[in-house]
């Protein structure tokens, strides 16, 4: 991600390939310890305090309503106009626009009722 070329890409697109690798990276290891049951509970914190996963981001998912969460940037309402939250978090049914994109990660949708 941090080889590739960042021509003609906007100055934020140029991170969207870091969220994304660790979006990856702790929903595997979220889904190791929670869905599956693969690793114990000192694997799973070992990841957590060593920065393998992202400990807030997991803490969220756990929550109804933010399963599909993509990133905490897309919930803080400090950064978006008007204080509300990201267009990607808004459910397809009720967007006006068919095809988004997140200007913080490039998420396309991560409504939990999509």
């Known amino acids: 991600a941090e080889n590739d070329t ?9 991170l969207w390939p870091i969220f ?3 979006h990856q990276k702790s929903r595997y290891i979220y889904d190791l310890y929670y869905r599956r049951k693969e690793i114990k509970r000192e694997l799973y914190e070992f ?3 060593q920065g ?6 997991i803490a969220k998912w756990k929550k109804p ?14 950064d978006h106009n008007f204080a509300t939250t990201c ?14 994109e997140c200007v913080h990660c490039g998420c396309k949708g991560c409504a939990s009722g999509d």
Request: contains cysteine; charged residues 35%; hydrophobic residues 25%.
């Open 6 to 14: 960042h021509d003609g890409k906007r100055k934020c697109e140029a």
């Open 20 to 22: 994304r690798i660790s």
């Open 47 to 49: 990841c957590l305090d």
């Open 52 to 57: 393998y996963a992202d400990k807030n981001l």
């Open 65 to 78: 309503g933010y399963e599909r969460l993509c990133c905490l940037r897309c919930i803080q309402t400090r």
């Open 87 to 100: 267009v990607c978090r808004v459910p397809k049914h009720l967007r006006e626009e068919t095809v988004i």
